[in-house]
């Protein structure tokens, strides 16, 4: 270790830890059927159709839910309800922890010495 152009026989260790929380980092675990689901579910109710309307419209197209059953109006507004929350979870924003640090600092110059390695305590 060098400190002030002087050499020391010491090691010199900082200690921390950064906690990072994201939802973003559990990632998108909807297959391409769900967001196909999502997606035209959002794309009429733009136009103002109402639940039971889509899952009329889903059960004449003979799609069905993830869990293989006719859909029911309760259903599509799952669907969009359960979507938006995910939306919104995605979009938080959490602060970061640090922890308290600390700084060790190990004098070898004993150590040093012992095998036969000049130090300042044995004339050099």
């Known amino acids: 270790m060098r400190c002030d152009d002087a050499l020391s026989h010491a090691d010199l260790t900082f200690n921390f830890t950064i906690t990072y929380r994201s939802p973003a980092l559990t990632g998108n675990n909807y297959s391409s059927y769900q967001l196909f689901l999502y997606q035209t579910i959002s794309e009429y109710r733009e136009q ?47 602060p970061e922890v640090w922890s308290n640090f600390s700084m ?21």
Request: overall charge positive; charged content about 25%.
């Open 48 to 94: 103002g159709v109402t639940f039971n309307a889509i899952a009329g419209w889903l059960n004449k197209k003979g799609y069905l839910t993830v869990r293989g059953k006719q859909f029911r109006g309760a259903h599509v507004h799952s669907i969009l309800k359960k979507r938006l929350a995910k939306e919104a979870l995605f979009k938080r924003e959490y």
């Open 104 to 124: 060790e600092v190990v004098d070898k110059t004993i150590l040093m010495s012992d095998f036969g390695f000049p130090t300042k305590h044995n004339g050099q």
